[in-house]
């Protein structure tokens, strides 16, 4: 649909958020106590956070959860029998004032779990999924959308885009059919759009992602890998943080005769990954597995997913416990 | 120059070592292992107090021990580790030259093993003071509201293992998490199977940690998971009288006996 | 409700086959009906095994797509969830996910002579393409099978050994390590690659189709390439470890491809292009 602007005062915007957790789940961010911001379900507005720069972890759980089972069975020996998920009881979730980084990782998590056969418990999430997002009026050193092709306002993923003016009200960008639902329910609180201009923070572009892809096409040998990930210590914090890590463990868990399988996040970075039965292992020591990463996010993807898998949101740089700093790699990557 | 860099400078031009690790300020400022191998290049070390990450962990790194003999830039806490690892055979002596520094900040002159020990025998090897208060403040706690505490703590927890990771006695190529027959510790990352997974690290490590708090520093969520091997630092010290990262000989206090061991905590 | 594509199919072990001390051969058969009437594959698929409760394993599909009404599985005991399939017995239910993956292109080899090599556990996902070649006989020109393992001991599908050694229209050689052999052995002894070398068989019109440890490979291709065979004439199944299956879970990504999507069947060609990383 054509984008429609409008405006909602700050006290307006209170009103909707009440109106919206009243009938479903809304997944807001919150400062927590050791000031790290975190999603939570339904927190008072009083709570909710409009000024991160970035929660720790990416919002990616409300599609991918860490942890999702897949089906349950009873294991009679001779006479199991498996239950199916009843995928028709995912709730309806309003993810609200994720910004525009993240709300770009859906159409990634798609080309990874919809480009052949399509994943229900993805695609049912997703659908169930309305997105008030909310573009950055502020940024930090890690930060790097501009890079990726995308914008600290890019509309892309958002139901409806929310951007903060100088006055403290925000504009109202309805985006889609979903996000006008929300709109046409509360006509009162989305007035005529003025002439105020919304506060956008600045991004530095600091590579271009077209010349990375290039030149890892080549760069599979180059010594870069293991001069640059000497210090990695090969734990999953940048994959568990990321809104676009998408590779996920298969497990069952049971107790006696009752169990279920279940997948969950996993990370390329761990030597385990993708260790065979016989003990030989094709990525065997951590630069090859940190190659991995940057390979198939910025290569093998846009290569065979057509998009890149990447958005610039800069948590794995700031979760990682020894600076792997991705922009910083991108950069010198690009002019090795 | 910094004596740092002018002594990393000496070591590699004169090949007695191959790499020295150190730290480095990275493009944002935070401060960052270094693995300086072209002695030109020493300039970029640096140390100041926020040069707080273990480095002790990557002397057992396959791609580290892989360039040659190793110089390391080593704090208190890194020349315990170092210690440990020779004691447990993870890392050999004479492979290693440490450039020592003091609880000021100082370069110290660590000519071998004996000098080391001797240094970190008179140095203070309880907990760090912030930790201890915290651990005192806990353990006032009654057993209900630590369990809340915890519970709420490593509810948190999407186990990435950046605690493992980087802590230089988890050294493990596999870890019993990772054992699957049978399976320990559950794979996903719920309350239980976290509580689970950060009770049979801190059991691992007790009487071996270091008290470097490198696990809690790691962790991405801030959950402060070294408080729970400090706390067992602690008992063991009050059990055995032994602080861990002592002296090259050392035989873990959890896998020793002695006769006149305490046994006053076994049920 | 939706699809689940998780959601494996109830197959009851039909048969059992101890094929050494700790390689197991399962016929499974479908619990519904319907589920086996809807059920094709071809050969060089393979599927996802499960025991409940232990989780999911990766084997190809041992037996061949002209055996209808079951489907055959060949493993050996090495973790959780093999271990809990060698416990399991005639009668017991256990899930099957598949078939996944592409297929060894056998019509394109009409007319054409087959060079199977295989060494150890490697021949059961190649058992597959090599019964179903047979079935159909008379398309193929010569078929040869060298297949080598450690020991006399270590030889799976032992009947189905004496059964290609005594069909005149299938040339068999088998080989042991040396020092695997027992007094009656029969066969060659030595490594794969030197039988292979010393069988004196032709590249022309051939196709080979290869599969075993790396270290077995290592030592064949060259002896492969002395032989004149081309690189897309030489055909390999990758074992890359898996969970999915379809291409999401991302464990078995080697460069752009997924081994569980464009694979597991390469030629030779098709490898040299991509990382290392199998």
Same mark, same amino acid.
């Given at each position: 649909m054509e984008t429609i602007k409008k405006l909602i005062r700050k006290q307006s915007l209170e009103k909707l958020y009440s109106t919206l957790s009243a009938s479903r789940k809304v997944y807001a961010p919150v400062v927590a106590a050791d000031k790290r911001v975190e999603y939570k379900y339904n927190p008072a507005y009083a709570e909710v956070?409009?000024?991160?720069?970035?929660?720790?972890? =990416?919002?990616?759980n409300v599609v991918f959860p860490k942890v999702e089972n897949l089906m349950y069975y009873t294991n009679n020996k001779v006479d199991s029998t498996i239950t199916d998920i009843d995928?028709?009881?995912i709730p309806e979730v309003v993810l609200w004032g994720s910004h525009p980084c993240d709300n770009s990782a859906y159409d990634v998590l798609k080309s990874i779990?919809?480009?052949?056969?399509?994943?229900e418990f993805f695609a049912k999430r997703l659908e169930k999924l309305v997105v008030i997002g909310l573009a950055c009026h502020q940024s930090d050193?890690?930060?790097?959308?501009t890079s990726v092709?995308?914008?600290?306002?890019?509309?892309?993923? =958002?139901d409806i885009l929310l951007s903060k003016t100088k006055s403290g009200d925000y504009i109202a960008e309805i985006l889609t059919e979903k996000g006008n639902a929300i709109a046409t329910a509360s006509p009162?609180?989305?007035e005529n759009a003025n002439n105020e201009e919304a506060v956008i923070t600045e991004v530095k572009q600091t590579f271009y992602h077209e010349q990375v892809t290039e030149k890892l096409k080549t760069a599979f040998e180059h010594p870069f890998w293991v001069a640059n990930s000497l210090?990695?210590?090969?734990?999953?914090a940048c994959a568990y943080v990321?809104?676009?890590?998408?590779c996920f463990d298969i497990q069952d868990e049971a107790k006696g005769k009752e169990g279920r399988r279940y997948r969950s996040w996993d990370s390329?970075?761990?030597?385990?990954?993708?260790?065979?039965? =016989?003990?030989?292992?094709?990525?065997?020591?951590q630069s090859q597995r940190w190659r991995q990463r940057i390979m198939h996010k910025f290569s093998y993807m846009p290569d065979r997913?057509?998009?890149?898998?990447?958005?610039?949101?800069g948590r794995c740089s700031r979760g990682c416990p020894v600076d792997m700093n991705i922009s910083e790699q991108l950069q010198a990557l690009q002019n090795i | 120059m910094s004596n740092i860099a002018a002594k990393a400078k000496e070591l590699l031009e004169s090949k007695a070592v191959q790499v020295v690790i150190g730290y480095e300020a990275g493009p944002t400022g935070v401060v960052r292992p270094a693995f300086v191998?072209?002695?030109?290049?020493?300039?970029?070390l640096i140390y100041n107090e926020?040069?707080?990450?273990?480095?002790?962990?990557?002397?057992?790194?396959h791609e580290v021990k892989h360039l040659g003999k190793m110089g390391i830039v080593a704090t208190l806490p890194v020349m315990r580790s170092i210690m440990m690892l020779i004691s447990e055979q993870q890392?050999?002596?004479?492979n290693i030259v440490v450039l020592g520094i003091s609880d000021d900040g100082k370069l110290l002159d660590i000519a071998d093993m004996n000098v080391m020990k001797a240094h970190i025998e008179k140095s203070?090897?309880?907990?760090?003071t912030k930790d201890q208060e915290k651990l005192a403040e806990l353990n006032k706690l009654s057993l209900e509201e630590k369990f809340k505490f915890w519970e709420q703590e490593l509810?948190?927890?999407?186990?990435?293992y950046a605690c493992r990771q980087s802590c230089?006695?988890?050294?493990?190529?596999?870890?019993s998490t990772d054992?699957?027959?049978?399976?320990?510790?559950?794979?996903?990352?719920?309350t239980q199977g976290n509580i689970d997974w950060h009770i049979l690290r801190a059991m691992h490590l007790a009487?071996?940690?270091?008290?470097?708090g490198e696990c809690g520093r790691a962790c991405p969520l801030n959950i402060p998971c070294h408080l729970l091997t400090m706390q067992l630092s602690d008992q063991t010290y009050n059990y055995f009288k032994v602080h861990a990262g002592?002296?090259?000989?050392?035989?873990?206090v959890m896998s020793t006996f002695e006769p006149n061991d305490k046994e006053s905590f076994i049920i | 409700m939706c699809e689940n594509i998780y959601k494996p199919y109830l197959m009851v072990i039909d048969q059992i086959v101890?094929?050494?001390?700790?390689v197991k051969t399962f016929r499974l058969k479908f619990k519904n009906q319907e589920d086996a009437d809807k059920f094709t594959f071809k050969a060089g698929q393979f599927g996802e095994y499960s025991i409940f409760g232990e989780g999911e394993s990766t084997f190809c599909i041992?037996?061949?797509?002209?055996? !209808?009404e079951y489907i055959e599985c060949t493993f050996r005991k090495a973790g959780r969830v093999t271990n809990a399939l060698a416990n399991a017995e005639v009668g017991d239910t256990v899930g099957f996910r598949g078939p996944y993956g592409n297929t060894f292109p056998i019509e394109q080899w009409e007319g054409k002579n087959l060079l199977y090599i295989a060494g150890g556990i490697a021949l059961p996902p190649m058992r597959c393409v090599i019964w179903n070649t047979i079935d159909l006989r008379? !398309?193929? !020109?010569d078929i040869t099978i060298v297949y080598g393992a450690r020991s006399v001991a270590d030889l799976v599908y032992k009947h189905e050994l004496k059964e290609w050694e005594e069909r005149p229209d299938i040339k068999l050689i088998t080989t042991v390590d040396?020092?695997?052999?027992?007094?009656?052995w029969k066969g060659e002894i030595g490594f794969v690659p030197t039988v292979l070398e010393k069988a004196?068989?032709?590249?022309?019109n051939t196709i080979a189709i290869l599969c075993g440890p790396p270290v077995m490979i290592k030592f064949t291709m060259p002896v492969l390439k002395n032989m004149g065979f081309e690189d897309k004439d030489i055909f390999t199944t990758l074992e890359n470890r898996m969970k999915c299956?379809?291409? !999401?879970?991302?464990?078995?990504?080697v460069g752009k491809l997924f081994v569980c999507k464009d694979g597991p069947v390469f030629t030779y060609e098709e490898m040299k292009v991509l990382p290392a990383e199998y």
């Open positions: 956070t409009f000024e991160h720069i970035q929660s720790t972890l =990416s919002v990616k995928l028709t009881k779990f919809c480009w052949d056969i399509k994943d050193a890690y930060c790097f959308c092709g995308l914008t600290p306002n890019s509309t892309k993923g =958002s009162d609180l989305f210090r990695c210590i090969g734990c999953g990321c809104p676009t890590c998408a390329c970075g761990f030597g385990l990954f993708t260790l065979h039965t =016989s003990g030989h292992n094709p990525r065997e020591v997913n057509k998009s890149l898998g990447c958005v610039g949101c | 191998t072209d002695p030109a290049k020493t300039d970029s926020n040069c707080l990450q273990n480095l002790a962990m990557y002397l057992t790194k890392v050999v002596a004479e203070n090897l309880g907990n760090p509810s948190k927890c999407i186990k990435c230089p006695m988890c050294y493990c190529i596999r870890c054992c699957n027959q049978p399976q320990w510790i559950p794979v996903q990352a719920n009487g071996r940690c270091i008290s470097c002592t002296s090259v000989d050392m035989k873990s | 101890d094929e050494t001390a700790d041992a037996s061949a797509p002209t055996r !209808k008379e !398309k193929y !020109k040396p020092g695997g052999q027992t007094p009656e004196g068989l032709t590249s022309a299956g379809f291409g !999401k879970c991302g464990r078995c990504n």
